[in-house]
């Protein structure tokens, strides 16, 4: 595989917003050019998600308020999954809802219990203007719902009721990465 086909390979690793950072909470905004400034975007998603070990990214996880995110995510067969959408709409979540552990890059070290529907379907564009639809099961259904949900500013703790809730919470208060911003 060329090193320019890798994704990501050309891209700077930037840093992580991470709870509490207002850009988590705004919803983003539809992107309009599909010009090479959305090209290094999506390239540096990649970047940073590889970096941090991350299975997906969402553009305002990086401060960026555009409707972009990346995924490097198995589904439950272990089968991979690699990709961007821009401008996502998740248009179909269904099956059974079950809850699984679930984290996120912008809450590091962390992870609860979350309820996600273990099927989903996700309408975009790539970022050449094409249309694209991802299909998604199990695990990699709710990577892709996690996604979507950033760019509505939502966050998996936004789904977390009562002691699950309260104790993440508690547990993020304490994290040294909320110490050190």
């Known amino acids: 595989m060329r090193q320019s086909s890798i994704p990501g390979a050309r891209g700077r690793v930037r840093p992580l917003t991470l709870l509490g950072d207002p850009a988590l909470v705004t919803p983003c905004a539809e992107v309009t050019d599909f010009g090479p400034e959305l090209a290094r975007l999506v390239e540096d998603l990649f970047a940073t998600m590889y970096a941090a070990r991350g299975v997906g990214l969402a553009a305002n996880q990086v401060g960026e308020g555009a409707r972009v995110f990346v995924y490097d995510c198995p589904d439950d067969e272990d089968v991979r999954h690699l990709g961007h959408v821009v401008n996502p709409r998740l248009v179909r979540a269904d099956g059974i809802r079950l809850r699984g552990p679930e984290g996120c890059l912008s809450l590091p070290g962390l992870e609860a219990g979350t309820e996600r529907y273990d099927h989903a379907v996700v309408e975009g564009f790539t970022v050449t203007g094409e249309p694209v639809t991802v299909h998604g099961t199990g695990f990699f259904a709710r990577c892709l719902q996690h996604e979507c949900d950033h760019l509505e500013g939502r966050l ?26």
């Open 156 to 181: 998996y703790v936004d789904h977390l009721t009562g002691w699950r809730r309260r104790r993440v919470l508690r547990q993020a208060a304490r994290a040294s990465w909320r110490r050190e911003r």
